[in-house]
């Protein structure tokens, strides 16, 4: 089991920055790649940003967010950050932090998450 532990949500006006991290524990050494996703009222959740870990590609950026979210990780702290700059209204989600077996490849063409966490609210003001 791999647990993971997001934290740095909040309130920031639009054009803001907001650092989302995410604190991952257990049998970390058994995933390749991590990634963020979102959810806004009404939508599926759609994937953000993946990165590998120990395999995999390079990381993969969602249209929407690519040029203004940098996701990166700390190995030695087994944590994973997301970046947010010039934030926009339509950025208000709920941004989960997820875990996969599978590499970087996979994830970014729709593969399965085999671990996530609870939701961290971001919403952004205009």
């Known amino acids: 089991q791999v647990q993971l532990v997001e934290s740095g949500g909040g309130l920031v006006q639009a054009g803001g920055s907001l650092r989302l991290s995410c604190a991952a524990s257990?049998?970390?050494?058994?995933?390749?790649?991590m990634a963020w996703y979102r959810q806004a009222p009404g939508k599926q959740r759609d994937l953000v940003a993946a990165?590998?870990?120990?395999?995999?590609?390079?990381?993969a950026y969602a249209d929407s967010v690519r040029g203004r979210f940098i996701i990166s990780r700390d190995n030695a702290k087994n944590t994973l950050y997301l970046q947010m700059n010039s934030l926009k209204p339509d950025d208000t989600a709920v941004y989960y932090c997820?875990?996969?077996?599978?590499?970087?490849?996979?994830?970014?063409?729709?593969?399965?998450?085999?671990?996530w966490g609870q939701g961290t609210q971001v919403t952004v003001s205009s």
């Open positions: 257990g049998s970390i050494d058994s995933i390749s790649t």
């Open positions: 997820g875990a996969a077996r599978a590499p970087v490849r996979a994830v970014a063409t729709g593969g399965g998450v085999d671990y």
């Open positions: 990165m590998p870990i120990t395999f995999g590609g390079g990381t």
